[in-house]
């Protein structure tokens, strides 16, 4: 079956940088988009960054330039390379692989900004 497992999370200061990653399995990594969301307290669910089967991005207007999605087709795994991180960029971090209703999505990992 499909496992999607995301790691990296953590506290940083403001400022700071992380590097979130995801493994997915089960199926043809390659051929399959894949998308990082993010859910803060009380708020929706939303997009932050996706990366199609052709390499192609595409990043939430609140973190373009600070944020950049990579994958590594070898290694079944996607990145999320997080730099200048915000207080408001606190959340659990979801990665997603495919589009519903097809899509599978990991268990989240926590991302805490704070000094």
């Known amino acids: 079956q499909v496992q999607v497992v995301e790691s990296g999370g953590g506290l940083v200061q403001p400022g700071g940088s992380l590097r979130l990653s995801c493994v997915a399995s089960?199926?043809?990594?390659?051929?399959?988009?894949m998308g990082w969301y993010r859910q803060a307290p009380g708020k929706q669910r939303e997009l932050v960054a996706s990366?199609?089967?052709?390499?192609?991005?595409n990043y939430a207007d609140s973190v373009k330039g600070r944020f950049t999605i990579s994958r590594d087709n070898a290694k079944n795994t996607v990145y999320l390379q997080m730099n200048s991180l915000k207080p408001e960029d606190t959340a659990v971090y979801y990665c997603?692989?495919?589009?519903?209703?097809?899509?599978?999505w990991g268990q989240g990992t926590q991302v805490t900004v704070s000094s």
């Open positions: 997603t692989q495919g589009y519903a209703p097809n899509d599978y």
């Open positions: 089960g199926r043809a990594f390659w051929l399959y988009s």
């Open positions: 990366i199609r089967s052709n390499g192609n991005t």
